[in-house]
Every structure is written in C-alpha cells, then in structure tokens.
T-cell receptor, first 116, second 115 residues
Framework: NAGVMQNPRHLVRRRGQEARLRCSPM?????VYWYRQLPEEGLKFMVY????????ESGMPKERFSAEFPKEGPSILRIQQVVRGDSAAYFC??????????????FGAGTRLSVL | GENVEQHPSTLSVQEGDSAVIKCTYS??????FPWYKQELGKGPQLIID?????GEKKDQRIAVTLNKTAKHFSLHITETQPEDSAVYFC??????????????FGKGTKLSVKP
C-alpha cells in the first residue's frame, strides 16, 4: 500500500529557472493539498485540488506559482522563474473523498527545493 | 481566518516523564484537530486526531484533549521514550458538506527526550 509519493526528493535550481514538483496521492484518494515549509517553521497551506479542479488556491502566490491535478497522472506544482526565497520544503498531502477518514491528510516525504 | 498558536516551542524531558503540548485556535467553526510528528528530513506523520464532537481521545501513550469553549487542545505523551524525540505540530481545519478544508498549522514544538 504505497503512501503519498513525491518526486524529486531534492531539487536544485538556479535563479530564473523553472521548478516542477510532482505528487502521486495514495490509492483511492482524490483530494490533494500542497504545503510549503520554511526552515524552523510550520507548514503553510498553498493549494487544494481535486481531479481536474482547483478548489482553493488562497495560499498560493499570485505570480509564478501554479498547480494542476489532471485526470491522469500526478499533481504538479510549478514554480516559474524561481528566486532564492522559494527555497523551502514542499509537501503534498492527500485525503480520501468521503467516509470516516474524510479530512485526514496523509503527507508525502516532501521535495526540498534549493535555489542558487 | 483561522490562527493556531502552539506552546512551548521547545520541550526537554527525561525518559519516562510525561510531555504536554498546548494549542489554541481562533475560529470557532474549526471542527477537526490533528497532531503530526515530523522527524528530521521526513514528512509529517499523523499520530492522533480529534473532532469537535469529542472531548478526549487516547491511543496507547498518546492522548488529546479538546476544550471547545476555550478553543484549545492539548497533546499528552506519557512514559516518553527517546524515539519520541521529534517536532510535533498541531493543526486545525473545518469541513462542511462535501468540502474539506485545508489544515492551519501551529509553529511546532521540538521535543527532546533524554535517556
């Protein structure tokens, strides 16, 4: 029973490049959340998606950041023209659509982005 | 919007002692309160959660209490062991109908259990 899979685990980019972070939810989960964690800080919500729909993107910066969760394949968090301040750990979580386990979010191991 | 405060930021206990971490939340509409344990270099792992229709929940050495009136909830770890050393995060969210809210996290408590 595979958990939430994120890749890559580590990503190094130079300023101005693009970063693509991938997340495959747990089997049977149709809800995906992305969070960002700065060093010594808690996790900050960025975006909540269901298949082919963005439900809540209130935590995502208006520029350079985008997210998708296509009908087939993983969810993608895309950061264009990265800057040093984007360096952080990005975590994906997934949750089941209904039932007693609704709301429970299971986290992946994260992608640690370093911008040089 | 919701705001979650967590205390203390660091906690050091002797092996076998109890540890208590406290959180307060601001939005009375929040109805789901999970606790996560994060080890170095890993993702958060759910250890226990509680919903607003329950005042207390226990799972072996771990318990969580919720006071809706005061809007605070606490994590209690008894008989601590060195492997309990990690950063612990509380969180709050609200869900209604078919919608599932995002989690608002506290800033974390770094627990150190000394052998």
């Amino acid at each position: 029973n595979a958990g939430v899979m994120q890749n890559p685990r580590h990503l190094v980019r130079r300023r101005g490049q693009e970063a693509r972070l991938r997340c495959s939810p747990m089997k049977g989960h149709s809800h995906v959340y992305w969070y960002r964690q700065l060093p010594e800080e808690g996790l900050k919500f960025m975006v909540y998606l269901q298949k082919e729909n963005i439900i809540d993107e209130s935590g995502m910066p208006k520029e350079r950041f985008s997210a998708e969760f296509p009908k087939e394949g993983p969810s993608i968090l895309r950061i264009q023209q990265v800057v040093r301040g984007d360096s952080a750990a990005y975590f994906c979580a997934s949750s089941p659509p209904q039932g007693a386990a609704k709301n429970i979010q299971y986290f992946g191991a994260g992608t640690r982005l370093s911008v040089l | 919007g919701e705001n979650v405060e967590q205390h203390p930021s660091t906690l050091s206990v002797q092996e076998g002692d109890s540890a208590v971490i406290k959180c307060t939340y601001s939005d009375s509409a929040s109805n789901y309160f999970p606790w996560y344990k994060q080890e170095l270099g890993k993702g958060p792992q759910l250890i226990i959660d509680i919903r607003s229709n329950v005042g207390e929940k226990k799972d072996q050495r771990i318990a969580v209490t919720l006071n809706k009136t005061a809007k605070h909830f606490s994590l209690h770890i008894t008989e601590t062991q060195p492997e309990d050393s990690a950063v612990y995060f509380c969180a709050a969210s609200m869900s209604f109908g078919g919608s599932q809210g995002n989690l608002i996290f506290g800033k974390g408590t770094k627990l150190s259990v000394k052998p």
